[in-house]
């Protein structure tokens, strides 16, 4: 319940930060919502006709509050995946889903960086044979095969998969930022 809590509250929240157009993150960002957006706008379109619908039909102040709470928990959703993308510094890859999920990759353990589309049943967050798979839409997109273990939620990956909106630039922008970090180190 608590953690069902915290999410609606990083929703509202990330709905105030995508009002004014701030997103969580420093260096290069790296978007991953631009698929889910339609969908979340016909779900949001869809309450909002609901609620208009239901205040004609049933007089009760109560169900018009948990109809907007509802739109606004979907807005927030959306919210949430365009204001806190994955994040790339001068030496880490920071991978979200979300608000409720980060794992930071140091740049100094990627040993490559690819475009690798793959579909996927199961879970969002799924760590299988030393793979960490970051799943948005039921794809991954790009990726990581690290030098090294890493620890991640569940224990310890050596490859992690994620999703990118434009998995060339994420590829190309990991790849030069990870080669020029390794170039500095005497």
Known sequence: MKKLLIAQWH????????????????????????????MLVVLAGALAVETTVVGFLVPWWWIHVLDVLALLQVLGIGAVMITRPHYLTDDTLVLREGSMFEVRVPLMVIASARVHRKDHNGPTIELADDTLSIVIGNQTDVTLVLSEPIAVPGGEATTIRFRADEPRDAVKAINEASTKLTANVP
């Not at 990330?14 to 889910?36: E, F, M």
């Open 11 to 38: 929703g509202f929240t990330a709905l105030w930060s995508w009002i004014r157009r701030r997103k969580h993150g420093t260096g290069t960002l790296i978007g991953y919502a631009r698929d889910q957006i339609p």
